[in-house]
């Protein structure tokens, strides 16, 4: 049982480069999210997605675009990363509606270093 | 808006005696609350929630939540820490939406000293 796995698990790149971070779970869960992990703000959701072709921009979303093209994937695109991109991004799913009671289960995360 | 307030950037116990990680929180309707535990360099670990029902909520690892209405409070506790318990735990709220997502705290690290 693969879960939810995110790659890559550690990215160094430069400012103005594209960068994608890959989402992938195996739960058929309707409901995908990304956050962003930084000292003194916890997590802060950048996008979510209630299903295939459905995403919704979160509390930071500028500079982040999204897709969900399969149940099981959900991409974050950087189109021209920036320093204050710098961070580590999470991954999470969750049940199908009626099917739980919300709780998120997260990936490992992707370390980003934009220099 | 909802939101979670964790007031504590670190709380620090000895292993034996109990522990308390508080939270609190604002939301206009029932409260949809959860506590997740981050190790380092891994992802966050669901503990406990607390969705209606009885006020004291048990969930891993020997944890345990006590609801507060009155004073919007949702704290983590456990009555026997272990040095193994030490890590970064986040309380959150689900949104008032329909959205499922999660609003967090910004975190508690939890020092356990044998």
């Known amino acids: 049982d693969a879960g939810i796995t995110q790659s890559p698990r550690y990215k160094i790149t430069e400012t103005g480069r594209q960068v994608t971070l890959m989402c992938h779970q195996t739960?058929?869960?309707?409901?995908m999210f990304w956050y962003r992990q930084d000292l003194g703000h916890g997590l802060r959701l950048i996008y979510y997605?209630?299903?295939?072709?459905?995403?919704d921009k979160g509390e930071v979303p500028d500079g982040y675009v999204v897709s969900r093209s399969k149940t099981e994937n959900f991409p974050l695109t950087l189109e021209s990363a920036t320093r204050s991109q710098t961070s580590v991004y999470f991954c999470?799913?969750?049940?199908?509606?009626?099917?739980?009671?919300?709780?998120?289960?997260f990936g490992e995360g992707s370390r980003l270093t934009v220099l | 808006a909802q939101s979670v307030a964790q007031p504590e950037d670190q709380v620090n116990v000895a292993e034996g005696n109990p522990l308390t990680v508080k939270c609190t929180y604002s939301v206009s309707g029932n409260p949809y609350l959860f506590w997740y535990v981050q190790y380092p360099n891994r992802g966050l670990q669901f503990l406990l929630k607390?969705?209606?029902?009885?006020?004291l909520v048990k969930g891993s690892y020997g944890f345990e939540a006590e609801f507060n209405k009155s004073q919007t409070s949702f704290h983590l506790k456990k009555p026997s820490a272990l040095v193994s318990d030490s890590a970064l735990y986040f309380c959150?709220?689900?949104?008032?939406?329909?959205?499922?997502?999660?609003?967090f705290g910004s975190g508690t690290r939890l020092l356990v000293r044998p």
């Open positions: 607390y969705i209606t029902g009885d006020n």
């Open positions: 999470a799913s969750s049940f199908r509606p009626g099917g739980g009671t919300g709780e998120l289960f």
């Open positions: 997605s209630a299903a295939a072709d459905i995403t």
């Open positions: 959150a709220v689900r949104g008032e939406d329909s959205s499922y997502k999660l609003i």
């Open positions: 739960w058929s869960h309707s409901y």
